[in-house]
């Protein structure tokens, strides 16, 4: 039999086997990560994070991503084994994200990820970084099921999706320019602030006020769609405005001011949807969700329209193996084929694809 056919049997054998041992690995952006999960038990949870080779350069350096990936990902898979407890001959799949992401950074974890499921005859699942993203949640939150509203809030996406089943969804909104992270990394940036700019923009917010007006986009319309480039074009026209009359402004309040904006249009837009589709549950992905006042914000609006909130540790919402794993899980569960030894990599992939 070949590589395939073994693979599709042993991934068939999996789907009502009691506990599946999936070994993960993650490398789109700026982390070389591994998870060992047992069925959605986390029993390592591996990364290697390179934002400190990156900061030098304000942003992620694809060429420099791909090569420090390379001479990660080895030890990073060791080191997720070796703390799982567990050994190669008892893992039951390969996972690995297929995209989005950077293309030479997404080829190193896929070509390490072939070679590892090849020669262990092992099934191969390829999975989409978004899903893995939103799949973390159930690893965190035990009870949760679909359907229910999603915002998917990252560096590249920032979305509402229904989520109908465990590996199915719609998009029903998505930003028509800039990703949401995109804009918090781009405003620090214009605030003299380091890569990535999301944490930082936090931190700066707690001694701001919310003073300074931002645009509302698609004011009044019936849409779910986002708009973050005009947001961000106000705070770079309000800091350059400034600057050429020589006058100092308060970087605290125009951070608060854009974090209180960004973190509104992300909850109106979810709160709608869970009330327009009837839903009960909105659950938050991403990176931008590791956002305490987008996680407060949220609650509060939440609880008022008596909807759950659902929002993964803050450690979980940036990007880790441990929701490619879950993803995997949800897949496996769900009776998925194995992925064949010619995968490749898809830098564009569509989170619904
Ligand atoms: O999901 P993620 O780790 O990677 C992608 O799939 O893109 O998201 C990274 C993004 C970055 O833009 C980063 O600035 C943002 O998430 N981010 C935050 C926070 N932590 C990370 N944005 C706002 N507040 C944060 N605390
Ligand atoms: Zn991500």
Redesign the pocket.
């Known amino acids: 039999m070949n590589y395939k056919a073994i693979a599709d049997k042993k991934v068939g054998e999996l789907k009502d086997k009691e506990h599946i041992s999936i070994l993960a690995i993650e490398s789109?952006?700026d982390?070389t990560a591994a998870a060992v999960l047992d069925n959605r038990e986390i029993l390592s949870n591996v990364i290697a994070s390179q934002i400190d080779i990156h900061k030098r350069y304000g942003g992620v350096v694809p060429e420099i991503a791909s090569r420090n990936h390379s001479l990660a990902i080895s030890n990073v898979v060791k080191e997720a084994l070796l703390r799982s407890g567990k050994s190669f001959e008892d893992i039951d799949a390969i996972a690995v994200t297929q995209g989005a992401?950077l293309l030479g950074a997404l080829l190193v974890g896929v070509s390490y990820a072939k070679a590892l499921a090849y020669s262990l005859s092992l099934p191969l699942i390829a999975v989409n970084?978004?899903k893995g993203?939103i799949a973390v949640n159930y690893v965190a939150c035990s009870d949760l099921k679909p359907p229910y509203i999603c915002l998917i809030?990252?560096?590249?996406?920032t979305a509402i999706a229904r989520v109908k089943s465990y590996t199915d969804m719609e998009i029903i909104g998505e930003t028509q320019d800039d990703?949401?992270?995109?804009a918090?990394?781009k405003v620090?940036r214009a605030l003299g602030m380091s890569?990535?700019?999301?944490?930082e923009?936090?931190k700066l917010a707690k001694d701001g006020q919310p003073i300074i007006e931002m645009p509302i986009p698609f004011k009044n319309q019936d849409t779910f769609n986002f708009s973050y480039s005009g947001i961000k074009t106000a705070v770079i026209n309000y800091i350059h405005n400034k600057e050429q009359k020589g006058e100092p402004y308060n970087k605290a309040d125009v951070a608060c001011s854009f974090?209180q904006r960004a973190v509104e249009l992300m909850v109106n837009n979810a709160v709608r949807a869970a009330k327009k589709y009837r839903l009960d549950t909105i659950v938050i992905a991403?990176?931008?969700g590791?956002?305490?006042t987008?996680r407060e914000y949220m609650q509060r609006e939440c609880d008022k329209a008596d909807i759950r909130a659902v929002y993964p540790p803050?450690g979980l919402?940036?990007?880790n193996a441990v929701m490619i794993a879950s993803m995997a899980y949800n897949m496996i569960r769900s009776g998925t084929e194995s992925s064949d030894i010619d995968l490749d990599a898809d830098a564009n992939i569509q989170p619904t694809d």
């Not at 809030?153 to 996406?157: I, K, L, R």
């Open positions: 789109s952006c982390e992401g970084h978004i993203h809030a990252s560096g590249g996406h990703a949401c992270g995109e918090f990394d620090a890569y990535p700019g999301g944490p923009i936090e974090q991403g990176g931008v590791a956002n305490a987008l803050v919402c940036t990007d």
